[in-house]
Structure formats: C-alpha cells, structure tokens
C-alpha cells in the first residue's frame, strides 16, 4: 500500500481548540481507516505542529482525505509520497 507523510500545522481555529486535539486525531485515523487506510500522527516541535504517517490504497485516497482534513478548518497539510526503502531499492536496481 503507497505510503504518505503528512506535513500538518494547526489553522487559529485549530489552535483555539486545541483542547479538542485528541478527538481529532481520532476521527482523522477512523477517516483513514475507512477509506482503507492507517494513520499514525506525532505531535512535533519546529515548523509543524504535527507529523503524519499515512498508508493509503491509492492516491486519489490520500487527496480525498487532505482535503477533508482541510475542510474542517483546523489543519492545513502537505503532503508528501513515501517510498520504504525496499521499494526504493528496487526502483534503483532497475536504472540502467
């Protein structure tokens, strides 16, 4: 299944509701979950306020979901795709 890293900071309303955080993170893995996927999330220090790990079907998935999160107004993403390093391996093994 691809992997995705999710690159998060709290919007003000986010923030605000920080309180809230918890609940969130929780809806945010049964929202993975349902459409397939897992979710794993580590609150970071520096430029993001959150570090996601995402293994989603496909990346149609994975853009339905950022824009969900998005649209509830406490999170912005980016949103990188992730490679293991067997699959990278096997990437390299293949360049001429």
Do not use: C
């Not at 890293?5 to 955080?21: M, P, Y």
């Not at 970071?44 to 079907?57: F, I, R």
């Not at 990346?59 to 490679?83: C, F, P």
């Amino acid at each position: 299944m691809p992997h995705y890293i999710l690159l998060v900071n709290w919007t003000d309303q986010g923030i605000r509701n920080v309180k809230d955080t918890a609940k969130r993170a929780e809806a945010a893995r049964n929202m993975a979950e349902k459409a397939g996927g897992k979710l794993q999330l580590f609150y970071t220090l520096g430029e993001y306020d959150l570090v996601g790990l995402l293994e989603m079907p496909n990346d149609e998935a994975t853009m339905k979901m950022a824009l969900s999160l998005g649209n509830l107004g406490n999170v912005r993403t980016k949103t990188l795709k992730a490679w293991t390093e067997a699959e990278a391996a096997k990437a390299v093994a293949q360049l001429p």
